[in-house]
């Protein structure tokens, strides 16, 4: 007989500690609304693989019920094109070559991104590591320390007005620029 918790916040601090794997990815509502049942006043945990499982059959029904839809008015369709074609050839007029509808293709998945390696044994200050090279958070650091070296400190506005040239996100360029200052151990405001 499983475990009765005589409140909701003790189910859930329950369930938190026997499958902390899974609910380090849960909200305490989640938790709640899927994990949780109330039984006989109390309230009983709920097995994280019953219930993945029950998700995974829904998803398989939900997958056959689209293919079936799909496969049915694939049929509806060809049927009608065959009805036109018999209409047209009944009536003494030319049928028109309509082309052959294509068959449903599955989805396909997306192209894998090329994503940047990762560097082994970064540099590390101040509790940040400098991005891997080759990345465009890289370029934005390298264009930081170009500007350093050249004697006019970068700023937040000047990279934020390069980056949509170099095809940079402009927010992602901004804190790219606070990880490099903290980085460097700049703290405070420029001079002016």
């Not at 829904?58 to 079936?68: L, M, P, S, T």
């Not at 839809?69 to 009608?80: I, V």
Request: hydrophobic share 40%; with cysteine.
């Amino acid at each position: 007989m499983a475990k009765v918790y005589n409140s909701k916040s003790n189910a859930v601090r329950a369930f938190r500690t026997q499958f902390a794997a899974i609910a380090e990815k849960l909200t305490n509502d989640q938790i709640r609304a899927d994990y949780l049942d109330e039984d006989d006043g109390g309230w009983v945990l709920i097995d994280p693989a019953a219930v993945q499982a029950h998700d995974d059959a829904e998803q398989a029904r939900a997958d056959a019920e689209h293919e079936a839809r799909q496969a049915a008015k694939a049929k509806e369709e060809a049927a009608k094109a065959k009805s036109d074609a018999e209409y047209e050839a009944s009536a003494g007029r030319a049928a028109k070559a309509a082309p052959a509808p294509a068959p449903a293709k599955p989805a396909a998945k997306p192209a894998a991104r090329k994503g940047v390696k990762v560097e082994a044994n970064r540099e590390e200050r101040n509790g940040v590591k400098r991005p891997s090279a080759g990345g465009v958070c890289r370029a934005v650091w390298d264009e930081c320390d170009a500007r350093q070296a050249a004697g006019t400190p970068p700023t937040v506005k000047g990279l934020k007005e390069l980056a949509p040239s170099r095809g940079w996100n402009p927010n992602n360029a901004a804190i790219e620029f606070y990880q490099w200052r903290k980085f460097n151990g700049i703290t405070g405001r420029a001079a002016k």
